[in-house]
């Protein structure tokens, strides 16, 4: 059986910073493109940041400069260094593992989620 496990949420002041981590088990983690998620209330769903298994790196606007995404299979591991948080980072975020592609725009499909990390950032 496949999961997923986040943690590293928590309680952080604007201007701070949170690493949020994602333990995989039950697939083989080196081969699949990874993502996290994020949902605030009242808010769509957003995908904030995608690595491909082959490190390929993509963000949403909102993010970029400040949020970092990084995998270690070895570990079988993945990470969203977060910087220079804002009130608006404010969702629960969610990792996934799933299919990427390149045509004439970047997707990528998530296959499995795990269950969530609250991130609250306020002074």
């Known amino acids: 059986q496949v999961q997923l496990v986040e943690s590293g949420g928590g309680l952080v002041q604007p201007g701070g910073s949170l690493r949020l981590s994602c333990a995989a088990s039950?697939?083989?983690?080196?081969?699949?493109?990874m993502g996290w998620y994020r949902q605030a209330p009242g808010k769509q769903r957003e995908l904030v940041a995608v690595?491909?298994?082959?490190?390929?790196?993509k963000y949403a606007d909102s993010v970029k400069g400040r949020f970092t995404i990084s995998r270690d299979n070895a570990k079988n591991t993945g990470y969203l260094q977060m910087n220079s948080l804002k009130p608006a980072d404010t969702a629960v975020y969610y990792c996934?593992?799933?299919?990427?592609?390149?045509?004439?725009?970047?997707?990528?499909?998530?296959?499995?989620w795990g269950q969530g990390t609250q991130v609250t950032v306020s002074s």
């Open positions: 039950g697939i083989i983690f080196s081969t699949k493109s």
């Open positions: 690595i491909t298994s082959g490190g390929i790196t």
């Open positions: 996934n593992t799933g299919r990427s592609t390149m045509l004439a725009t970047f997707t990528y499909v998530p296959e499995y």
